[in-house]
Each structure stands twice: as structure tokens, then as C-alpha cells.
């Protein structure tokens, strides 16, 4: 017995998956209830199926994993509602049951497993072909070893959980509520990695940086609803024409940027610069419907260059300086189309 404990105490530490507890806690049942079969189920009870999860087979009676059987057929369901765990003439009490009279059970004992709101998720079972009884120590065991299996499950669900929350938040750290685009600290972690490749690679990298023209015009007259559904839905325009592997992000008020790799041959990656920075230009002006209410909008500024060898502050600097040289020349374009036509 205490070399069971020693053991059993082994196992409960070491453990670091389900399976990794289970086996050798399903040879100690074995070995405690002389059973020939041992085996541990999980029970969806939605579906109305038992499944056999992980089994240990030392006689005649074989319980494979994976084995499915019908909830309603099972001894481990009659069980529980009858509170009777152990019967060493299953034949005589339960004969009804199609899954133990196909399998050949005579000896069954069996302990539910309890996930910690009560609701039963699986049992641990020992089953034979032979008639025989089981002491009050094997029963004992049984019931210890199903709650050690319980808590378990439960730990590694809690762990599941910690783990999709930790997901769910490092995602949101790195996105912008309203857009859903990658933020600004996204931004600059994706331009670190490209600058980073570039730099090994000699390749380039595309970085470029939007501004919406007279934004807060429209905050002023419309809103800020109508300024917010601007803002999503020239986000989507501008997504359409970038490629799939750059990356746009919000990282301002009104304010886009957009990174990704380019060739290593410098005056194509210049070309290919311009060219992204004409798509984006053309896909964000024209009109918007904002609310119920058509708004012409006229457009954005956008700088693109091919950097590298710099830092992610010096490249996003010198995207912002071509952007703003880009916006100076669309008011001076403006200034001299008004003077020309009068207005």
C-alpha cells in the first residue's frame, strides 16, 4: 500500500498531460481491483454517446480506445442512477444492457468523474468477464483515483481558458477598436521584424503613412459618428489595394500607416512604393455614404518609401516627411484649380 502511494504521489506530480496521469493510474487500478479491464470514459451528453478515452487490458475482457457506445446503454449511466457502483452479477441485474452482454461483462465498478459545477463528464471504470467481488480498498481507490483524473481535467480547462484569454488580450493590445486594424505598437513590431529580415537579406522595405485631409472638417459639421464610419470605411478601401502581405494599421486620430517587404533592387522598390501610394490615393477619394447621407471626401495624403538600414523611428520619419510633402502639393494643386476657376 505505501508503495501504491509513493507511486500514486509520483504520477499526480510528474503528470503534464491527462494521458501522462491516467495510464499509470489505470495500472494501479488493475493491479488493486485484480480486474481485467480498467479503462476511463468521457460522456458528451448532448450527442447521447459514452467514449472510451484510455484503457488498460491484462485478461480475456478488451475495452479499446476510441470504443463508442450509446449513453442510455450504459452500465456507468445505470450506476449512477441507481447509486450502485460495483455489482459482481451485471448479468443478472443489468442483462438489458446490449453493451455489456456483447462485450461479456460480469464484474463491473465504476466512479463518475465531476467537473467542479457537479456536472458528471466521464466515469472511471473496472470491468471483467468473471464474477468476482472487490474489497473496500479497490472501492476506495476507485473513488480517489476519479477525483485526482477530475481535478485534473479541470486544471487543464482552466489552463485552456487562461491561455484563450491571454490570446484574446494580447490581440487587443496590438488592434484598434474601431477599425479592427493592427495599432500602432503592431505596427512598429511588424516594420522591426521586415527591417530586421531586410537588413540580412538586402532586401527593402515599403513603409508608407496616411493622413485624411480636412477630417476634422467632417468631426466639425457631421459628428463623430459620421467621422468614425469615415474613418472604418476608408480603412477598407485603402485595405483592398494594399497587398496581402503589407501590413495596414491605424496608428493615429486620422492617421494610416501600411509596411511590407520589397525587392532588393532600390529603384524598384521605389517604383513599387509609388505605385502603392497611387492605389491608396485613388481607392480613399471620392464619396462616402456616412450614415444616410452621401459625402464627397476628398481623399487622403499618402508618403511611401523603400527603406533600410535604418531604425523603425527613422523609417516611419521619413514616410511621414513624404506624406506631408504629398499633402503640401495637393494644397497648393487646390489653391491654384480655386484661383483658376474663381472661387
Not at 449512477?80 to 451485471?90: D, L, N, Q, Y
Not at 483592398?240 to 486620430?253: E, N, P, Q
Request: glycine residues 8%; aromatic residues 4%.
Amino acid at each position: 500500500m505505501e508503495l501504491m502511494l509513493e507511486r500514486l504521489s509520483e504520477t499526480v506530480a510528474s503528470a503534464e498531460s491527462l494521458e501522462q496521469l491516467v495510464r499509470p493510474l489505470l495500472e494501479m487500478l488493475e493491479i488493486v481491483t485484480g480486474l481485467e479491464s480498467v479503462y476511463l470514459t468521457s460522456i458528451d451528453e448532448e450527442a447521447g454517446i459514452q467514449f472510451v478515452d484510455y484503457a488498460h487490458n491484462t485478461g480475456e475482457l478488451k475495452i479499446d480506445e476510441g470504443l463508442q457506445v450509446p449513453w442510455s446503454d450504459t452500465l456507468c449511466k445505470r450506476c449512477i442512477e441507481k447509486g450502485r457502483c460495483f455489482t459482481s452479477h451485471v448479468s443478472d441485474i443489468w442483462g438489458d444492457s446490449q453493451a455489456a452482454r456483447a462485450l461479456g461483462i460480469e464484474t463491473y465498478a465504476s466512479a463518475p468523474v465531476c467537473a467542479s459545477n457537479g456536472l458528471i463528464i466521464g466515469t472511471l471504470c473496472a470491468a471483467s468477464r468473471r464474477s468476482q467481488d472487490i474489497g473496500p480498498r479497490a472501492r476506495s481507490a476507485l473513488n480517489l483515483f476519479s477525483k485526482i483524473v477530475a481535478q485534473h481535467i479541470e486544471r487543464e480547462r482552466l489552463l485552456e481558458e487562461v491561455h484563450r484569454s491571454n490570446e484574446y488580450l494580447a490581440r487587443f493590445a496590438l488592434t484598434d477598436a474601431l477599425t479592427g486594424l493592427p495599432n500602432r505598437r503592431a505596427l512598429q513590431d511588424e516594420l522591426g521584424r521586415l527591417l530586421a529580415r531586410a537588413g540580412r537579406d538586402g532586401s527593402y522595405v515599403i513603409v508608407g503613412m496616411i493622413d485624411l485631409d480636412d477630417f476634422k472638417k467632417v468631426n466639425d459639421e457631421l459628428g463623430h459618428v459620421a467621422g468614425d464610419s469615415l474613418l472604418k470605411s476608408c480603412a477598407q478601401r485603402i485595405a483592398g489595394v494594399t497587398r496581402d502581405i503589407d501590413m495596414l494599421a491605424r496608428i493615429g486620430g486620422d492617421e494610416f500607416a501600411f509596411v511590407g517587404p520589397g525587392p532588393a533592387d532600390l529603384d524598384e522598390a521605389n517604383r513599387l512604393a509609388e505605385q502603392i501610394r497611387e492605389r491608396v490615393g485613388q481607392a480613399a477619394s471620392g464619396s462616402y455614404l456616412l450614415g444616410h447621407r452621401p459625402v464627397e471626401h476628398c481623399g487622403v495624403s499618402v508618403g511611401a518609401v523603400a527603406v533600410r538600414f535604418v531604425s523603425t523611428d527613422q523609417a516611419i520619419s521619413l514616410a511621414d516627411a513624404a506624406m506631408y510633402e504629398h499633402k503640401r502639393a495637393r494644397k497648393a494643386q487646390t489653391r491654384a484649380q480655386e484661383k483658376t476657376t474663381g472661387k
